[in-house]
């Protein structure tokens, strides 16, 4: 069974950082892309940013380019998501989600599971 269960989340000041962790199960890192992706209240679901272990890749929306790192550790099968210098307007639930295949991808569409979300929460 696929499983992906994100932790981490809370409340932090802006300028502040804080880390989000994404196990998987059910699947290896090796095979599959990993997004993140982040819904605001009212606000439609967005790619954040994906890392690739099989192409050795990542990519970033623009909103998060040197604030926000992506990373894993495939021994053990985790995503990890630093977010530094955050921002009021980063506030959102966030999602991980293992790719279709295992190329990285900006689109909902290429993402066939998804974890239950953490909250970010960033105050001014």
């Known amino acids: 069974e696929v499983q992906l269960v994100e932790s981490g989340g809370g409340l932090v000041q802006a300028g502040g950082s804080l880390r989000l962790s994404c196990a998987a199960s059910?699947?290896?890192?090796?095979?599959?892309?990993i997004g993140w992706f982040r819904q605001a209240p009212g606000k439609e679901r967005e790619w954040v940013l994906c890392?690739?272990?099989?192409?050795?890749?990542?990519n970033y929306a623009d909103s998060v380019k040197g604030r926000f790192t992506i990373s894993s550790d495939n021994a053990k099968n985790t995503v990890y998501l630093q977010m530094n210098s955050l921002k009021p307007e980063d506030t959102a639930v966030y999602y991980c989600?293992?790719?279709?295949?295992?190329?990285?991808?900006?689109?909902?569409?290429?993402?066939?599971?998804w974890g239950q979300g953490t909250q970010v929460t960033v105050s001014s």
């Open positions: 890392i690739s272990s099989k192409e050795g890749r990542t």
């Open positions: 989600a293992a790719g279709i295949d295992y190329y990285c991808a900006g689109f909902r569409r290429d993402y066939g599971f």
């Open positions: 059910g699947f290896t890192l090796d095979d599959y892309a």
